[in-house]
Nanobody, 126 residues
Framework: VQLQASGGGLVQAGGSLRLSCAASGRSVSSYGMGWFRQAPGKEREFVSTISWSGGTTAYADSVKGRFTISRDNAKNTVYLQMNSLKPEDAAVYYC????????????????????WGQGTQVTVSS
């Protein structure tokens, strides 16, 4: 499966963005999906995940209550709605996929994921 992330941009602190991850080559309905981010000089970190069934989600503590992950299998796309953005949310955001992936603690690890898209830049001004 190929993944294409989009929707990044420049936003003021407190604002919102919605990232999209469009899949091609395979139906995303069989894949658990995740979002990670990487700020300059830092390691790539887990943000959120949704199980392949869509029934379970998980979030990093730093984004819980502000970000929402969702999926639209008909459009073969996964979304990350980001509200109340903070300057520390600025990073390159990456989407990832794993066949029959579940939203467990394992999904917090980079090595769990089999497929990655290119990143989309999110910049938050204070």
């Amino acid at each position: 499966v190929q993944l294409q992330a989009s929707g990044g941009g420049l936003v003021q602190a407190g604002g919102s963005l919605r990232l999209s991850c469009a899949a091609s080559g395979r139906s995303v309905s069989s894949y658990g999906m995740g979002w990670f981010r990487q700020a300059p000089g830092k390691e790539r970190e887990f943000v959120s995940t949704i199980s392949w069934s869509g029934g379970t989600t998980a979030y990093a503590d730093s984004v819980k209550g502000r970000f929402t992950i969702s999926r639209d299998n008909a459009k073969n796309t996964v979304y990350l709605q980001m509200n109340s953005l903070k300057p520390e949310d600025a990073a390159v955001y990456y989407c990832a996929a794993r066949l029959r992936g579940w939203a467990t603690r394992e999904a917090y690890e980079y090595d769990y994921w089999g497929y990655w898209g290119q990143g989309t830049q999110v910049t938050v001004s204070s």
